[in-house]
């Protein structure tokens, strides 16, 4: 007689869960690094001299994704080998890729809006 009312939206960690807790650290991690990126370049010599925040920001998340595309395309071959489910390694595989993508697209959107 006592019947529980049903879920209408799935719980954060089931999202969380397959989207990838890595690829969620993975964002946050280039979050922080942005942020960072921006901390120093606003402390930063201005003029010719500028830049150096952000050019320490791609470097540091180059580097990272470098090694974050790395690893997840060894985790991405194992799973196909062994018949395991890849979707979590691939996702991680476009992310880089991805954001690489957003970058370029709204540089883009920025230009044509006379923004820069």
């Known amino acids: 007689m006592s019947e529980e009312p049903a879920a209408t939206t799935a719980a954060p ?13 993975y964002v946050a991690v280039v ?3 942005i942020a960072g990126g921006i901390a120093l370049e606003a402390s930063g010599p201005r003029g010719p ?8 920001a791609m470097l540091i998340w ?3 994704s470098l090694a974050f595309l790395l690893v997840n395309a060894v985790l991405a071959v194992v799973a196909f080998a062994r018949d395991r489910p890849a979707r979590i390694p691939a996702t ?6 991805g954001i690489i993508f957003a970058m370029l697209l709204l540089e883009e959107l920025m ?3 006379g923004l820069m």
Not at 14 to 22: Q, T, V
């Open 13 to 25: 960690a089931g999202w969380m869960a397959r989207f990838g807790y890595r690829n969620i650290a």
């Open 31 to 33: 979050l922080i690094v």
């Open 49 to 56: 001299d500028s830049g150096g925040g952000i050019m320490s």
């Open 62 to 64: 180059a580097l990272g």
């Open 92 to 97: 991680a595989c476009a992310l880089p890729l």
């Open 111 to 113: 230009d044509a809006a």
